[in-house]
């Protein structure tokens, strides 16, 4: 008779953690964080900003080319990936700054590479967020599609409409946006309690 491995399960993200995104303030430690950790803190800091400014998941920051970067547009071309609409976002003067500083150490066409010289895999930038949160010292375990998480809530306590972070995010179902604008707890600050 032959016995049966059972493996661990992983449970549900609500065990782990209360929340699935980080406030504007823990974003900021994180990249101060990535400066501090690594031997590629430019590299490293540069795909946390942009991962949180565009809504990034691991594998579009993967794809990332240098071709869809359009320094003179002060833009960038996002392909999305699970079925999302792709398009494009503007850039902010930090990010050009970053990329331009970033690209003239690159000889690769693609933005975000390795030691070999080669674009990074999505367990090499999951291995960078969660060393960033770490060095950072948050008070919830980080992972990499929190950026995006962020990227909503963000967004949303900005004051966009649901239908803006939508396409911001390239959400084909509106659904999938929703969460952030529900969980804002700013749309209940008009609400006086005496």
Not at 8 to 21: C, L
Not at 112 to 139: H, M, N, Q, W, Y
Request: charged share 25%.
């Amino acid at each position: 008779m032959t016995a049966t491995l059972t493996l661990p399960t992983r449970q549900k993200n609500s065990v782990y953690r209360s929340r699935e995104h980080l406030t504007p303030d823990e974003v900021k430690r994180l990249l101060e964080a990535a400066e501090l950790r690594g031997r590629h803190p430019l590299r490293d800091k540069t795909l946390l900003l942009l991962m949180f400014r565009h809504g990034l998941r691991a594998g579009e920051a993967c794809l990332l080319k240098w071709d869809a970067v359009m320094f003179d547009e002060r833009a960038i071309a996002i392909t999305r990936l699970k079925g999302s609409n792709s398009g494009v976002h503007r850039l902010q003067q930090d990010e050009l700054d970053l990329l331009k500083e970033l690209k003239a150490t690159s000889d690769s066409f693609q933005v975000f590479v390795g030691e070999r010289g080669k674009g990074l895999t999505t367990s090499a930038i999951a291995k960078i967020v969660e060393r960033c949160g770490e060095v950072a010292d948050l008070p919830l375990p980080v992972h990499a599609h929190m950026l995006r998480h962020s990227c909503g809530y963000f967004l949303a306590e900005q004051g966009l409409p649901t239908r803006d972070i939508q396409e911001y995010l390239g959400h084909r179902n509106i659904q999938h946006t929703v969460r952030y604008t529900a969980a804002n707890p700013a749309r209940f600050d008009r609400i006086q309690w005496g």
